[in-house]
């Protein structure tokens, strides 16, 4: 148990649907971040919060809109995805900003994410 | 931007051999290292980080890893391997922002 929590632990929607991805960390730290893990592949950062605000979003398809609205909860809202999007969504939080950071990231156990 | 590479994608040793799991950087200013590990069916964790002394950095579980600035490597090792070592690695570098290398699957038999 890390301090990250995340629901659903999986899921599966089609195409048409609109779903959320829901984190939360209990650690009291000050930045989140979304990642993409599919196999085989580097995990791909999708997106970095410091204080409720975005500080980065690396290019990511706008079916992936992301929401902080607080320093503890992060969502991913998800709307009209491709096949190619299913994997893993884990969620991170650190104490500060990653940026030369010696900062320790401390992920959820991610969302498994199925799109039919 | 910085990248991170993982040769090895899967490894297979057998219990009490010997392991080394390489990772290698492309960035040349000040970096931070880290090694991370996912057991089956459990969230990311770190291993071990090095941000500045010693280069050889210990570990939890009897792990270490090495960093060697003029090799930009950061090769993760463990004397003697357990079956409950089994789980995927993750090298990840700090730089501008946290990058991960693909993960190197290390499966450890009885």
């Known amino acids: 148990e890390t301090g990250v929590t995340q629901t659903p632990r999986h899921l599966v929607m089609g195409m048409t649907n609109k779903k959320s991805l829901k984190c939360e960390q209990h650690?009291?730290?000050?930045?989140m971040y979304w990642y993409k893990q599919s196999a085989k592949k580097p995990l791909e950062l999708m997106f970095v919060?410091?204080?409720?605000?975005?500080?980065e979003n690396n290019s990511v398809p706008s079916r992936f809109s992301p929401e902080c609205p607080n320093s503890s909860h992060l969502f991913l809202h998800l709307h009209t995805l491709q096949p190619e999007d299913s994997a893993l969504y884990l969620c991170?939080?650190?104490?500060?900003?990653?940026?030369?950071?010696?900062?320790?990231?401390?992920f959820g156990p991610g969302t498994r994410l199925t799109v039919l | 931007a910085q990248s991170v590479s993982q040769h090895n994608h899967h490894v297979i040793l057998s219990e009490a051999a010997s392991l080394e799991l390489g990772c290698n950087y492309s960035?040349?200013?000040?970096?931070?290292l880290f090694w991370y590990v996912q057991y089956p069916g459990q969230h990311l964790q770190l291993l071990l980080k090095?941000?500045?002394?010693?280069?050889l950095v210990k570990g939890i579980k009897g792990f270490e890893a090495e960093f060697i600035k003029s090799k930009f490597s950061f090769n993760l090792r463990k004397p003697s391997v357990q079956w409950s070592d089994t789980a995927e690695y993750f090298c990840?570098?700090?730089?501008?922002?946290?990058?991960f290398g693909a993960g190197t699957r290390l499966t450890v038999k009885p």
């Open positions: 991170a939080s650190s104490q500060e900003v990653s940026g030369s950071s010696t900062d320790t990231q401390y």
């Open positions: 650690l009291g730290h000050n930045a």
């Open positions: 919060y410091s204080l409720e605000e975005r500080v």
């Open positions: 960035y040349g200013g000040t970096v931070n």
């Open positions: 090095y941000f500045s002394g010693d280069p």
């Open positions: 990840a570098v700090n730089a501008w922002d946290m990058r």
